[in-house]
């Protein structure tokens, strides 16, 4: 596969995986830091990242239920009653 | 209820006049009326993409559950340079699907055409906005199903069935390096299709 020229050496590929979340989680983590270093595998995620995020939203759309949302709520007010209590 | 000192300026009224971005700041000061309107705008998102994944309505509770408290709990790190706050949250429950299918292996029983009617709880198109984000997932279903079947495939597996390349790979009989390059030609197209705009950096 076609590797690209500034001494990276990812496949050229590794981008769109890493974005569809296809890589495996230790495998991730170390092109997460691969990016930092490499301009041009960042700005490949950066382009491809916005059409995976399209596919976030292109599902069939579906209704949460009322005791999702009041369980999360629950959960949120009490975390909320505890660290205002505390001066957080 | 303990009533907060700030309370008086945060009546749902008030807030859900806010933008997404404004109401992330009242977040991170642990503002639970603020969150509550951030999960009114995309908690159907969420499950919506996660029952996608999953094809199980409670285990995909429990990971839109997970993903939102997650959500509230590191809300003070939102960053707005990088995104709406949608995808930020979408990007969360994406992940935290990923997660679960790896874990629990959920996959080989799902099937959600196959679920009752009872289940399937279609969203009524409540308002304008609505309308246009379902034209524009109907466009994003057209620019993935376009796509030669070859790479339809391998972004469906990886992004909503949490596979990774190397089953993928396998699953297909194929070498990781033309998985990957599927994968690539394919968002590469769907991008041209989509016209995404070019990313801010």
Not at chain 1, 38 to 62: G, H, I, K, W
Not at chain 2, 103 to 131: C, H
Request: glycine share 6%; hydrophobic share 40%.
């Amino acid at each position: 596969m076609s590797r690209f020229e500034n001494g990276c050496e990812e496949e050229r590929g590794q981008a769109a995986a890493y974005v569809l979340s296809a890589l495996e989680q230790r495998e991730a983590e170390r092109y997460r830091e691969h990016l930092d270093g490499c301009a041009r595998c960042a700005a490949e995620v950066a382009r491809l990242q916005p059409v995976a995020d399209s596919l976030a939203t292109s599902v069939s759309p579906v209704v949460a239920s009322d005791e999702l949302r009041a369980s999360v709520m629950a959960r949120v007010r009490s975390e909320a009653e505890l660290l205002n209590a505390a001066g957080a | 209820m303990p009533r907060s000192k700030r309370d008086v300026d945060l009546s749902p009224a008030k807030l859900r006049k806010l933008a997404d971005e404004e109401l992330m700041e009242l977040v991170s000061r642990n503002e639970a009326a603020a969150f509550e309107i951030v999960l009114e705008r995309h908690i159907d998102a969420a499950f919506s993409l996660a029952y996608r994944m999953i094809g199980r309505r409670a285990l995909a509770e429990d990971v839109v559950q997970e993903a939102l408290l997650s959500l509230w709990r590191t809300g003070a790190r939102y960053d707005r340079s990088r995104g709406s706050v949608r995808n930020w949250v979408l990007g969360i429950a994406h992940h935290r699907s990923v997660d679960a299918l790896r874990r629990d292996g959920v996959r080989t029983s799902k099937d959600v055409s196959d679920e009752g009617l009872g289940e399937r709880l279609e969203a009524p198109e409540r308002t304008d906005a609505e309308a246009i984000r379902r034209e524009e997932a109907g466009e994003v279903r057209s620019a993935l199903e376009e796509l030669p079947a070859e790479q339809t495939r391998v972004i469906d597996l990886a992004y909503f069935g949490g596979f990774t390349h190397t089953e993928i790979a396998a699953m297909l009989d194929l070498p990781i390096g033309t998985v990957k390059g599927r994968m690539r030609l394919g968002l590469e197209k769907m991008r041209g299709r989509l016209s995404v705009p070019e990313a801010v950096e």
